[in-house]
RNA sequence: GGCCUUGUGGUCAAGCGGUUAAGACGGCGCCCUCUCACGGCGCAAUCCCGGGUUCGAUUCCCGGCAAGGUCACCA
């Protein structure tokens, strides 16, 4: 088979040679340790957890080592594409602190763009060219009704599917009938000749799962589509290797698929990058777990943690957590020390998918956001509720001072302990809404209405905005101890059977009156920030109310 | 089903031949306290199973089992 006249009728005219390639985006030029990292999405505009994850892991491997960090747009199927996703991506990205260094639409270098696999149709083509010039690929005529047919008849023989040795057809086909076929204008996809053999184990090391065994790949995986766009695993090989990729962190899904990688960097002459496969992040579901998924996890897409407000260094925080085991140690130990000088070693990452736990995460943000000062926490409200909240919690921000109040109070600002009132933006925001509107009152009172109706009357007699808070609580205790109730929680706890209650009920009366919770911070500081003249409509309403 | 990966408390996990088997989240209890939150103290809870190797296995080997992934002209 004269293989050179093939390759000629397939792709005609002139491609330069993998040397002029070489040349063209030549190794880079950086320190020795540095490694090469890529984030390589599909432009679904879906980006998730699962990406962020490996995003992480990347970007901390590649700026640890004072290497790089691109962004490379697998494209090559339209069925996908989604107008606006790069850019969806680069976003969301972003809110997460994981920056890049160049590719699409990043304006760093472009010495290895393009950085859109659509546009790289020339390169790919030079290569499968050369390919079958050199006998090792082949245009595969088989429709897809005969592929079903001969996958049935291998599942119906128990033999392992696909297109491989005695099934691969069209591997044998002879001259005349492979451009009888084309003369006559057939479709067809390029395939591998693979030289493979599934019996034959490979021993790999992969960075992050160590000493692995593989199967040589023995399949003639299709290397070009019938439209001539490159299969992922093709377009794989030869952007890895251009874009000079040193360590590939990727989704263990694709471990399956690494035979035949490392086949297809051998066909072309090229040395493969180093891969680390990082376990995935798995749900409980029943009995059993399973990968997050995007059709039943809302959790999974990163725009629900932008909706719901979670602070997204805390969302780091907790990826960094599940990535390197020692993470948490070296965080708790170093509070303040900033994320990125973290030794972070693709080693220490765990091997088995971890389940995601939400209260884990909310336990995380509650600790970031109490280290926040109110400023701080303004401001990142405010942000969040300009895109997503209501508009009466957009009104909130303009009573900044209260605001800040609030804030400083639920935060515990001053105080020698902070409080962790705050999970997420959104729920910051409810929880502050008594400040800013009327209460809705969403705890029951502990106290029958006549009573309440004398113990906020007993208040309101002897409330004075002016009082410091020493001066206020000694009134309560007159209300309670004028009603029958425990002043001293001490004598309660004695003996129980003297009193209706204790000033702990009455201040609960009173707290329910004026913030609708029968749990909240400071009551006295919250009237002051509310100020006397709202205090007593509250508590007279409330009255009235009983 | 074939192939690959992984199995330490409910969850994330440290450990890598001899340990009272760390720590964190969650749960429970106590203390602090006008409630909550914070904080402090404490409790319950783990080495998938079976064979080896060894004086000794959670740690090493083999075999099961279980879970996950993957078997496209999708990435």
Redesign the pocket.
Known sequence: MDYKKLAERLFPGAYPTPEEYERRYPPRDLPAGAEVTRL???P?GFIHLGNLFAAIANERVAHRSGGVLYLRI????L??KVDGAVEAVIRALRYFDITFDEGAEIGGSDLYAPWY?RERAEIYRAFAKRLVEQGRAYP?????EE?AAL?EEQTAK?L????YGAYAKCRSLGEEEIYRNLDAGK???LRLRSLGD?EK?IK?R?AV???????END?D??I????G?????F??AIDDHFMRTTLVIR?????????IHLELFGALGFKPPRYG?N??L?K??G?????L?KRKDPELALEFYRKEGYFPRAVKVYML??LN??F??WY?KNPEAPLETFPYKVE?M????????L??????S??EL?RLTAEEMLAFLKGWAEEFGSDAEKAYFVEEEKLLSALSLCM?VG???????FVTASQAMKTISYFFAAPVREDEYAVDAPTRRALLDGFLARYDEADD?AA??AK?KEVAAENGFAA???DF?ASPENYRG???????V??IAVTG?????????IMHILGGEETRARVARAKEEA
């Open positions: 390589a999405p599909s679904t697998e494209d090559t199927d069925k996908r696999q595969c005529f088989c429709t897809e592929l996958r128990k392992v599917t696909g297109y479709p067809y996809v599934a184990k790999f992969d799962k160590g000493e692995i065994t593989v199967t399949q995986i299709v070009l589509k019938s439209d766009i490159p299969t992922y695993h377009a794989h989704g263990e899904e694709w471990l399956a698929s690494l035979p496969h376990c995935s798995m409980q579901d009995p059993t777990r399973r990968k998924s957590t599940l085991s020692n948490e140690e708790l220490k765990g091997k088995s998918g971890a389940l995601f736990d209260d884990k995460l909310n336990d995380i509650k600790s109490a515990g105080g020698k302990k902070r409080r962790k009132d808070s206020w609580f309560v001293e929680m001490r706890k204790s000033v702990a009920d009455v201040a609960e009173l707290r919770r029968a749990n909240t911070p400071d009551l006295w500081t």
